[in-house]
Nanobody, 121 residues
């Protein structure tokens, strides 16, 4: 059983910063990629940023230059430093992991329950 648990969401004023963290726990062989998606009310879930097993990253154009994703491979954690936040960044942010639960199994997607980021004055 693999669990992803986010922390760090909350209310912040426009222009402010927040840091989200996510920890993977449970029994698994390895984690390929980890990252963050978000879903605003009435909108589809969208990619925010993802980091691969070799450190390569992919960020949405809307967050480039403002958000930075990082990963601690030894601790199986991923973090998202969010700066210069805008009201449009308001959403539920979900941690994502592509996890190989056993060496002989194909990797499967796992999701955290989500954490709310509210950017408002």
């Amino acid at each position: 059983q693999v669990q992803l648990v986010e922390s760090g969401g909350g209310l912040v004023q426009p222009g402010g910063s927040l840091r989200l963290s996510c920890a993977a726990s449970g029994s698994f062989f390895s984690i390929n990629s980890m990252g963050w998606y978000r879903q605003a009310p009435g909108k589809e879930r969208e990619l925010v940023a993802v980091i691969g097993s070799e450190g390569s990253t992919n960020e949405a154009n809307s967050v480039k230059g403002r958000f930075t994703i990082s990963r601690d491979y030894a601790k199986n954690t991923v973090s998202l430093q969010m700066n210069s936040l805008k009201p449009d960044d308001t959403a539920n942010y979900y941690c994502y992991g592509l996890v190989k639960e056993r060496s002989w199994l194909a990797p499967r997607e796992h999701w955290g329950p989500g954490t709310l980021v509210n950017v408002s004055s």
